[in-house]
């Protein structure tokens, strides 16, 4: 089957309609009712009517389990499982004896290479048995049924336009599909009301020093909502503190609200904020905030999010028209940039579109980046994803301008091409990513390559095995594994967003095996500048969470996260200080020596602070690095500590 059969319709072929009374609400529970009509060729025993979902953002569908093979039994004869939950139902109107089979999957229609109809669908197919179906006959493929104890399926959790349900036809049962006079079928998905407000404050403030507070209201799904919100909050500490602000929320153009707030952050002691209504109802939570007295300051950002533009490398394509891309990734740079600053309230971020670098619209891409770029408030880095069969890696720039896009001819993005095409160059960074999943560890360069990112909505990639994982891994791979090798790799997280909302942290965004939420990156600083984060994160001060505004500090004799050092002899004990402001209540923090779990401190309230000596022996260079989970499965992940051998006398 090749494209051109994809694309015949066949006037004979029948009718489809989508039956709903919409709008699709983003992260709504809904039913939808798939119509189609059998027209003047009809469809015979062992045909199949194909509809696909927008993407696997939506509810899996679940069908009949049969209970015997295939082969066994069929049509009337088929027994089916009732312990499978269902939630997709088909139904058949004929005069004669047929009968519907149901199957589903997940894959895409056709190759790669036609981007406007290959993207990760559910695809629901009916196939008829026991008898041929006439024109005028009618199968009903309720998608979402809410009869068998399910109360239907859930729409993709972000608002997009253009989206269809797609519906192939194979009249005759022989493999060739067509597509149904009707299809493809579409629909809208938008933003529900406001429901939540994000609740952002620095990290760490100087002792006495006066709050900042950036409000944004979002709908349930994270999502910038439908219309403004015009509401009353007070922001109230919680604790300790007894400040009260009154904050007259007032969003026309669904922005973010800043405000200062009267509450005062003593040295050492943490607080927090809630934002209620003039009924009391909690509308958002802050994040901790603590006071310090040196210089670092904590910022937060997205290394790893895509515009529409994402794949754009591989089409012949003008960058400014996108409409060929409708099902890959949503949102323009403009709206990436936007949600980032305005709703998810990072101090920092990156488009890293695949392959960026060698499209007709790298130049305006890197443009968007100096638009958006504003010291001291919200920095912007010009970036693109490599994704190669050894890995995925992304490359971030930490200067500004606009350079001329590569020749694709000549360009690869393999992970060599790329270590000899930046090499020397200081102001590059090369990021490998979700890495336990194709990630090769014999292509690696230390200079260029400083950090990993160990946490995305693909879940974590700490280790081997399923913790916070749920889907295939490759032997060798894992963060663990290149730390292993020797690599001084410091630790990230971003979220790896495909829906145009970098620093959103909500699960099952677009396809199904990104079912975790996103990741954020903590960058200890002086400066909210291009330069400071860039240069910070070189040195690895830095770490990773799986969302959550978490505060870590940790330390091994005085020397903090990234450090290398080396001992006066093998022997001399190593101290490691560790502080933890958490979310939530803290469960506990695991000390990582060499990649075994050595020690545990366990938690209390939402505040962890230990100090545990390690006097063994080293075997040789040894690194330590704090692994932090709260009781609500938040989690956090330090960048490496190396303490060195000394030096034997020659």
Known sequence: ??????????????????????????????????????????????????????????GRPVVSQPRYWDELASGADRKYAPFHPVNTTAEVTSGGPASIYLETMERMLVPDADPAYAYWRW?????????????????????????????????????????NFSAYLDAEGEGRFGTVPGAPMPVDVVAGPAERLTVVVPSLVGAGETISVRLAATDHCHCRPCAPLNETFTLRGQGEERGVTAVAFQNEDRQTVSVKSSILVRE????????????????????????????????????????EFHSMHSQRVDF????????????????????????????????????????????????RAEEFNAPGRFVTFRGYEAGAPVGHRNVVYRGGGVEPPRDRRAFSFMPDFLYRHYAGRGDVMIIPHHVKTWTDWRYHDPALERV????????????????????????????????????????????????????????????AHTGFKGGKVAVYAEALTREAIFDALKERHCYGTTGERIILRFSVNGRRMGSIF????????????????????????????????????????????FEWTDASPMPGTTFYYIRVRQKDGEMAWSSPVWVEMPKCDE
């Open 1 to 58: 089957m090749d494209l051109q059969d994809l694309l015949r319709v066949d006037p004979a072929a029948g009718r489809i309609r989508l039956a709903h009374d919409g709008p699709f609400v983003t992260g709504a529970i809904t039913t939808v009712r798939v119509e189609y009509t059998v027209g003047a060729r009809g469809l015979r025993a062992g045909g199949r009517l194909r509809v696909g979902t927008p993407n696997t953002g939506w």
């Open 123 to 163: 695809w629901i197919t009916a196939r008829v048995e026991g008898g041929d179906l006439v024109e005028g006959d009618r199968i009903v493929i309720t998608y979402g049924d809410p009869r068998f104890g399910t109360l239907g399926i859930r729409v993709q959790t972000f608002p997009e336009r253009d989206l």
């Open 268 to 307: 050492n002691t943490p607080a927090r904020l809630l934002a209620a209504d003039a009924r009391g109802r909690v509308w958002g939570g802050g994040n901790p905030v603590v006071a310090v007295t040196d210089a670092l300051r904590l910022f937060w950002g997205d290394l790893h999010a895509q515009s």
């Open 320 to 367: 400014r028209h996108a409409a060929w891309s409708k099902g890959i990734s949503t949102g323009t740079p403009e709206e990436c940039y936007q949600y980032g600053r305005d709703i998810a309230c990072l101090d920092f971020m990156a488009i890293t579109d695949q392959g960026a670098c060698v499209s007709a619209g790298w130049e305006a891409h890197q443009a």
């Open 452 to 511: 990993m990112e160990v946490y995305s909505c693909w879940g974590s990639s700490e280790r081997e095995g399923f913790e916070v994982w749920d889907k295939g891994m490759t032997p060798g791979a894992g963060a663990q594994a290149g730390l292993a090798r020797g690599y001084r790799l410091g630790i990230i997280a971003s979220t790896d967003n495909h829906v145009g909302m970098p620093g959103r942290s909500f699960p099952h965004d677009r396809q």
């Open 566 to 609: 080396a001992t006066d002899e093998r022997g001399a004990p190593r101290i490691i200080r560790v502080e933890v402001v958490g979310t939530d209540q803290i469960d506990r923090a695991e000390v990582v020596r060499n990649n075994q779990d050595i020690h545990v401190a366990f938690g209390s309230g939402d505040r962890l602070a």
